[in-house]
């Protein structure tokens, strides 16, 4: 076996900080797994926070719409309560609130969604009411069917 030795000015020298030099990569492994992680724990989590209210939706056979913004949810539980978003409000009190958030003014989506146990008179009361102040872009949401 051959010894190497480096040239360094011709003087046979070999050179002993190679080793300890400090190292100019960068390891983006451990950066990619902690990235990876938190990918999992977001998409668990997000269906998660979309649920503001409890309610047990009717199903019916409407397609369901796109839409590229977020829309103000106006719901109504199974004991009459009623929630703009995920606060809940009065009857009263559902349009001031209404006009206070609309960003688009009248032109805003709101979805008003009524659980099945809830009394039909208190959904179409909050609805008129909302139909009344000049909101034109009003809808009612549902679960689709399922075949069975």
Sequence with gaps: MGMSVASGGGKGRRRHGRR???????????????????LIIFMVAAPLLTVGVPIDLPETQA?????ET?????????EGKIYLQETE??????????????QTGY????????DRAAD?????????????????NLGLVTLQEQDS
């Excluded at 949810?73 to 199974?78: C, D, I, L, R």
């Excluded at 959904?123 to 102040?133: D, L, T």
Aim: glycine residues 4%; charged residues 20%.
């Design 63 to 67: 397609k369901a719409l796109n839409s």
């Design 120 to 136: 039909y008179g208190t959904v179409m009361r909050v609805m008129a009411r909302i139909s009344a102040a000049g909101f034109r």
């Design 107 to 114: 032109e805003e989506r709101i979805y008003v969604r009524g």
């Design 89 to 102: 409000v009065s009857l009263e009190e559902v349009v001031p609130k209404l006009q206070a958030i609309a």
């Design 70 to 78: 977020q829309p103000i949810t106006v719901s109504v539980n199974n």
């Design 20 to 38: 300890h030099a400090p190292m100019s990569e960068i390891n983006v492994t451990p950066f990619v797994d902690v990235m990876l992680v938190l």
